[in-house]
């Protein structure tokens, strides 16, 4: 079910300012390297990368072929020492799914910070996030390998104060110290050492119309259903009720699908975010996002029943990808060497 590749030889680029000698941001001795992947992100990696400027040591766009602006808008970024940035670096690769695409990318970028943020183009740090980072690691990092954050929705242009808030998700690491564990979407960062939870949140900023929802949900419902027809939901986590809080979702995640009741487990997905979450304080908004994230469960929950019924496997269906943008080079990449 990988994607298809472009039409022509595709080869790695970049826009290249590298960093020199030892940088540090506002975390004290400790660095942060920021790294976003792209695909058609004009409307939102702008202002994702506006949001780590002055806080971050490195940015990097791993671009997947883009066909709008999303590089062209980065490589403005791309001057050195951008407020205090050395340069946000574009590189383009070929996506096959979300974890190998981190995965090459922490193989293969030249990072030097000493700890690594997964940022969506989407999302966008809160000074609070930052000030809570630079606290942390200038008192209590030794043997520190993670850090789990939260992500506040904000949707149709508005925060959701109340159902709004994502479960805690491990997306920064110490460098060197994570991999992702496989899946092709809703992929899970796995490190073995000593992890925190942040108080503070990172912004989700859902700018994108409904219908790029629904495009993009039907391709990760698609996934998950192929995961539970394969029996290998999990990637590497291991389900647990007791365990970090992605082994917990994948320990709810297959009693969820496996409950002889499943499909009215996506009622009661609404009601938790709609009512346990005190969702209908978000008024209608509230509303409609329990509602779309119920509508994804229950996706996937009829693409596996369709295969059981008729032997027909869930497609995912790619956007069309483009070629190399002319001004990525492969001489100035720092991934053509290993690419």
């Known amino acids: 079910m990988g994607e298809p590749k472009p039409s022509q030889d595709v080869r790695p680029g970049a826009t290249r300012n590298p960093p020199t000698g030892s940088a540090t941001a506002s975390t004290g001795s400790m660095s942060v390297a920021v790294v976003i992947l792209t695909f058609n992100e004009e409307e939102n990696i702008g202002p994702a990368i506006e949001s780590v400027l002055g806080w971050a040591q490195e940015v990097f766009v791993v671009d997947s072929f883009s066909v709008d602006r999303t590089v062209d808008i ?15 670096q574009i590189v383009q690769h070929t996506f096959e799914n979300y974890s190998a695409q981190w995965n090459w990318a922490l193989d293969n970028l030249p990072i030097r910070a000493d700890w690594i943020l997964k940022l969506d183009a989407d999302e966008r740090v809160t000074p609070a996030f930052q000030a809570e980072v630079g606290a942390l690691l ?7 390998e993670g850090m789990y954050f939260r992500r506040r929705l904000i949707f149709m242009g508005k925060a959701l104060e109340w159902g709004g808030m994502a479960s805690f998700d491990l997306r920064l690491w110490r460098r060197g110290c994570g991999h992702f564990d496989g899946r092709e979407v809703n992929e899970h960062l796995v490190v073995h050492g000593r992890t925190v939870r942040l108080a503070s ?10 219908s790029d929802w629904w495009d993009k949900h039907n391709r990760y419902s698609s996934f998950e259903a192929l995961n539970l027809i394969e ?5 590497d986590v291991e389900p647990s009720l007791f365990g970090d809080p992605a082994a917990q979702r994948m320990w709810i995640r297959d009693r969820f699908f496996s409950h002889p009741f499943r499909f009215l487990a996506s009622a009661a997905l609404f009601f938790y975010h709609y009512v346990a979450r005190l969702g209908f304080l978000d008024g209608t908004r509230g509303f409609q996002a329990a509602f779309l994230r119920a509508s994804f469960f229950y996706m996937i929950q009829l693409k ?36």
């Open 74 to 88: 980065a490589r403005g970024f791309a001057a050195s020492d951008v407020r205090g940035v050395q340069g946000v």
């Open 138 to 144: 200038a008192r209590d990092s030794d043997g520190l």
């Open 201 to 210: 949140h990172v912004e989700h900023h859902d700018t994108k119309s409904l």
């Open 231 to 235: 029996r290998s939901p999990s990637g």
């Open 304 to 339: 596996v029943l369709e295969y059981q019924r008729t032997g027909r496997i869930p497609t995912v269906i790619w956007p069309a990808r483009g070629s190399a943008h002319p001004d990525l080079t492969a001489e100035d990449s720092p991934t053509s060497r290993k690419d």
